[in-house]
């Protein structure tokens, strides 16, 4: 984060605009435009970017980059560990259960500690073969692919040591042929021993754990289901062998369900195991959490608008839910922050917009503070939709993707056009309409919780809760009075009432709709937070790899920084690398290349004499030094050098290669021999 430019001073003013910062800008670049369907040549011009943008030193944009994404990371790293601390606690509570019990069936005797089993007389053994089996917690993480789980495992075993357990953590690269139970074994030692032990076994193990603290020992396997099933079968039954002697307890990450672990191991391995189950988040939660701390409640770091909301709602559905391609879309568009100085912001468009002509500190200062009100009056609103939405099981990306439409809304809900436009809204409005007084009095309490500190919601909210609490305590009326009415009329009068209680939080919520979900692109200064830049954040996240190829063949010079090529204006020079002049040649063809005259054209190139060449030698004074340098020197220049004909068809064939390669040409075909095929052209 870059500071302002002018110097600290005491005045209110200046500690006013202290603590409004930081403030950062998603530079909107330009957008690239396609007049048609393949362009013969690369448009390579520089872009237009903004004015502030350019204003910017180099390590600017980078510093606050840096600065803006870690906060962004931790807060999501925060997040997820939260979100899992209850699990995390069931699992922990019913593992030190688990431990207690096979405790209490254990007879250790420490001269028998090599051996599996000690001896066990009749009236112990069937007590003791009931413990034969190994705890198990089946934990179902719920998501197709396995790199969102990798966090959580890591988490879960940090939360296991600190509350005194011996955890070792396994993937399913050990569980494979190759490496067979004496790799796992191995990975085992090395992890619970802190050292590396050449023949690994069993017996190595218990003798260690007889030395320490009674402490559970707990074996992570992350992924069950990429595991190999002989090996984790054997690796099974030998744990279940010592089991009495090492009081291992296994938690096996599955991804689906219970059929996973069926499919994996075989039916006697499965009697040996005492499961449990014990699920993470759904990714659908673990989104909503991400998106409620990310976007709405750290609402004055940057916001983004539909269109990148959509992009990263599909990004998110396409991989199956994946929370990583979504965090590294996060990534994509918020690398493009910028830091502005004081003087940028007053040339933003829209203070100008908003304030007079040459605003002052004055107005700077207010236009900083409205943003930071009016962003965290949409974040409670939409956190408010949300509280209802939860009854219909609407997501808050989905809502909150549907809360960031530009055009102007409108709250009535018998427009079939505006609920097909504003499902989940219009929803929400009638889920608010049928829900019982019971649900209206919890609704309106976890709204009191939302809008602390915010007096202008927080006061209407106490009026609402007020006026069903008076409604609810109203005296009954006596039941010989009651019962000489119907009981339809009754039951009308009720709902009657009840209809109307709802009726005005229904207005209530539609008001803070109507009021506070504006477009983010209305507000003053949104320059600083906004980003929607759909084509860059795709660029970003997908690459531009073979336009990249083909802006570096055309301007091989800038990359290379060599001063021999530095003035060739755009045409091929001898000094230039062979692919970088095959390809700049290859411009002036069409999308087939006669090979025949690709080649002469190469070939009157690389053998045009530079300008090194042409120099006069020169002259000394004294006829000595004259004549011993007009003999024939030895540092001859590249034009000088006469080349045989096969050199430049060497280097010409190779040129052709290393295009073809890169995937910007196809070779010659048999119907064709002389010609080849351009594949890419500008993009």
């Keep these: ?82 979100l899992n601390a209850d699990v995390f606690g069931d699992i922990c509570k019913w593992l030190h259960e688990s431990f207690d019990a096979i405790r209490a069936c254990r007879a250790l005797n420490l001269g028998s500690v090599t051996r599996p089993y000690p001896i066990m007389n009749g009236a112990s053994n069937a007590s003791a073969i009931s413990f034969r089996q190994i705890f198990t ?51 085992l030692l090395r992890q619970f021993l802190m050292l590396g032990v050449d023949a690994p076994d069993m017996s190595i193990l218990a003798s260690w754990y007889s030395e ?20 984790l079968n054997d690796f099974i039954v030998m744990l279940r062998e ?75 559905l396409r991989h199956d ?3 990583t391609f979504f965090v590294r879309a996060l990534k994509g568009f918020d690398k493009d922050s910028i830091s502005l100085k004081e003087n940028m912001l007053r040339d933003l468009p829209s203070l100008q917009r908003f304030c007079q002509p040459g605003a002052n500190n004055a107005d700077l200062s207010y236009g900083l503070s409205e943003l930071r009100r009016l962003r965290k009056l949409w974040s409670l609103t939409v956190m408010c ?53 019971v649900e209206i009095r919890k609704l309106l309490g976890n709204w009191e919780v939302l809008t602390r500190g915010v007096t202008e919601i927080h006061d209407k909210v106490k009026e609402l809760e007020s006026l069903t609490t008076t409604e609810e305590t109203r005296p009954k009326r006596e039941p ?17 009432e009840r209809s109307a209680a709802n009726e005005k939080v229904v207005t209530f919520l539609q008001c803070l709709v109507k009021q506070y979900i504006q477009p983010t692109e209305n507000l003053p200064l949104n320059e600083i937070v906004f980003f929607d830049n759909i084509d860059k954040l795709q660029t970003a996240l997908i690459g531009d790899p073979r336009r990249k190829i083909q802006a570096d063949l055309l301007e091989s010079n800038k990359l290379l920084k060599c001063s021999c090529c530095s003035k060739n204006y755009g045409g091929p020079v001898p000094s230039m690398h062979d692919t970088s002049i095959m390809y700049t040649l290859a411009q002036e063809h069409g999308d087939l290349i006669n090979l025949h005259e690709w080649f002469h054209s190469f070939k009157a190139v ?23 340098s007009n003999e024939p020197q030895n540092n001859k220049t590249d034009a000088s050098i006469q080349y045989p004909p096969l050199f430049f068809a060497a280097e010409f064939c190779r040129a052709v290669i290393e295009l073809q390669i890169t995937g910007l040409i196809r070779m010659p075909s048999k119907r064709r021999p002389d010609y080849v095929q351009r594949v890419a052209f500008g993009l």
């Design 1 to 82: 984060m870059a500071p302002a430019a002018d110097p600290p001073s005491s005045s209110p003013l200046r500690t006013a605009e202290n603590n409004l910062q930081p403030f950062f800008v998603l530079h909107k670049a330009s957008l690239r435009k396609c007049t048609g369907k393949t362009r013969r040549r690369i448009d390579l011009s520089p872009q237009k970017s903004d004015g502030y943008a350019d204003i910017s030193g180099k390590n600017l944009p980078l510093e606050t980059f840096k600065f803006l994404w870690s906060k962004t990371e931790s807060i999501i790293k925060e997040v997820l560990r939260n």
């Design 212 to 231: 320490q603290d009674e402490k559970p020992l707990v074996i992570i396997i992350e992924d069950v289901e990429r595991c190999c099933g002989s090996v």
């Design 480 to 496: 010989k009075e009651s019962s000489r009415r119907p009981t339809a009329r009754n039951y009308i009068n009720e709902h009657k």
């Design 385 to 437: 939709l949300f509280e209802v939405g939860k009854y219909r099981k609407i997501t808050l990306l989905d809502l909150f993707s549907e809360t960031l439409e530009p055009e102007p809304r409108n709250s009535d809900a018998s427009d079939c056009m505006q609920l097909a436009k504003e499902k989940s809204i219009v929803c929400a409005f009638q889920k608010v309409r049928d829900l019982p007084p």
């Design 321 to 323: 839910g994946t929370l």
């Design 137 to 187: 917690a089946l934990l179902f993480t719920k998501n197709m692919e396995f790199v969102d789980d990798i966090l959580a495992f890591e988490d879960l075993a940090v939360h296991l040591r600190s509350n005194g357990c011996y955890v070792a953590k396994l993937t399913s690269s050990e569980f494979s042929a190759k490496n067979g139970v004496g790799g796992c074994l191995r990975t």
């Design 242 to 316: 010592w089991v009495v002697k090492v009081p291992v307890i296994l938690i096996l990450g599955v991804a689906t369900t219970f059929d996973a672990l069926r499919n994996t191991l075989s039916s006697n391995t499965l009697l040996d195991l005492s499961v449990c189950e014990f699920s993470l988040r759904t990714p659908s939660e673990r989104m909503d959490a991400v998106i409620e701390a990310v976007f709405l409640k750290s609402c004055g770091s940057f916001s983004i608008g539909k269109h990148i909301s959509s992009f990263l709602r599909n990004y998110f």
């Design 606 to 628: 690389v053998s045009r004499p530079t300008s090194q060449g042409k120099k006069r030698s020169k002259t000394s004074p004294s006829p000595k030094k004259r004549k011993e």
